[in-house]
């Protein structure tokens, strides 16, 4: 059973940056693959970014390239969401999620591919 925990959410105007944290617990951290799904009020979770357990590989949506980052310090148990160049339109609620054995984009992107999520950190983007 793995706890993750986000942390980092908050106001920022447009054009700014965050950095989001996830902290795991509770679970073999590096054999994770992480990723990162955000949800605005009224519309579906979507896909932002994952990293696999080992952090070799990278996975973005196309409305992050080139201004989102994903790194992992598997010695903190922590994956990190770097967001530069932020717009309006990034304002969401961002979960954290674990799960072990994927493979390739489809799987990372996919919801439905992770068993363990956190509880979600808000980050609004002013205009």
């Known amino acids: 059973q793995v706890q993750l925990v986000e942390s980092g959410g908050g106001l920022v105007q447009a054009g700014g940056s965050l950095r989001l944290s996830c902290a795991a617990s509770?679970?073999?951290?590096?054999?994770?693959?992480i990723g990162w799904f955000r949800q605005a009020p009224g519309k579906a979770r979507e896909f932002v970014i994952a990293?696999?357990?080992?952090?070799?590989?990278?996975f973005y949506a196309d409305s992050v390239k080139g201004r989102f980052t994903i790194s992992r310090d598997n010695a903190k148990n922590t994956v990190y969401l770097q967001m530069n160049s932020l717009k309006p339109e990034d304002t969401a609620v961002y979960y954290c999620?674990?799960?072990?054995?994927?493979?390739?984009?489809?799987?990372?992107?996919?919801?439905?591919?992770?068993?363990?999520w956190g509880q979600g950190t808000q980050v609004t983007v002013s205009s």
């Open positions: 999620a674990a799960a072990r054995y994927l493979i390739g984009s489809n799987r990372y992107s996919d919801y439905g591919s992770y068993h363990y």
């Open positions: 990293i696999s357990w080992s952090g070799v590989s990278t």
């Open positions: 509770g679970g073999s951290f590096s054999m994770y693959g």
